[in-house]
């Protein structure tokens, strides 16, 4: 498994306008084979912002790299550029490979 998250650092008074960006846009993800999950994460407020992040699951890092790659990945971006800006700077991309798991009846495994 990798989960792929961006962190936005949204400007205070903007967030409204952020997340009706998120959930008007069309994601594409359910075309792509390996896609599992998507969340948007709203975090701690800051002085000058508050924190938000992107966390796709997928069901491998190669799987990811496809996504990148894709027309869906190009689809779900092509109008990234057409709102006012909200943030403060670009997002920040990290990539996680998952190594554990821990279910909800207490069962543990190691991954990959």
Known sequence: MFIAMNRFKVLKDRTAD???????RQSH??????FKAFHLLKGPEREDHVLYASH???????????????????????????N???TLGH?????????QEVTAD????RLG
Not at 18 to 24: D, G, K
Not at 29 to 34: A, D, I, R, S, W
């Open 84 to 86: 006012k800006p909200t």
């Open 91 to 99: 997002p920040e991309f990290e990539g996680f490979h998952a190594i």
């Open 29 to 34: 993800l359910h075309e792509v084979p390996g």
């Open 18 to 24: 952020f997340e009706s960006v998120w959930m008007r």
């Open 56 to 82: 796709t699951v997928w069901a491998s890092h190669a799987a990811f790299e496809n996504w990148t790659r894709s027309e869906a990945f190009r689809k779900a971006h092509a109008r990234a550029g057409d």
């Open 106 to 109: 207490g069962t543990a495994r």
